[in-house]
Nanobody, 117 residues
Framework: QVRLVESGGGLVQPGGSLRLSCVAS????????MHWYRRAPGKQRELVAS??????TNYADSVKGRFTISGDNVQTLYLQMDNLNPDDTAVYYC????????????WGQGTQVTVSP
């Protein structure tokens, strides 16, 4: 079982930046595709960004050019969020899914991001 712990959320003004971190309990980047999701109040969970085992990234259209997903190639996943706006307010979750074994999917507990004047 892989445990994931997110941190870095908080309150930020529109136009500001935050960097989220997700620390895994073991090395993940060789075998797990890593993702950031978010759930805003009253909305469905949304895939924000992905980083696969080959190092390829993918972003939701709503965050392209503003968010950057990266990792340290060991245990920590990051999400750099710039030019934040109120629509980015949500609980952000980290997810790891094994590239080959569908049942190996793990979630963190989430970290709250609030964008408000």
């Amino acid at each position: 079982q892989v445990r994931l712990v997110e941190s870095g959320g908080g309150l930020v003004q529109p136009g500001g930046s935050l960097r989220l971190s997700c620390v895994a309990s073991e090395k993940v980047f060789d075998f797990y595709n890593m993702h950031w999701y978010r759930r805003a109040p009253g909305k469905q969970r949304e895939l924000v960004a992905s980083l696969n085992i080959r190092g390829n990234t993918n972003y939701a259209d709503s965050v392209k050019g503003r968010f950057t997903i990266s990792g340290d190639n060991v245990q920590t996943l990051y999400l750099q969020m710039d030019n934040l706006n109120p629509d980015d307010t949500a609980v952000y979750y980290c997810k790891a899914n094994h590239f080959d074994i569908d049942t190996r999917e793990y979630w963190g507990q989430g970290t709250q991001v609030t964008v408000s004047p």
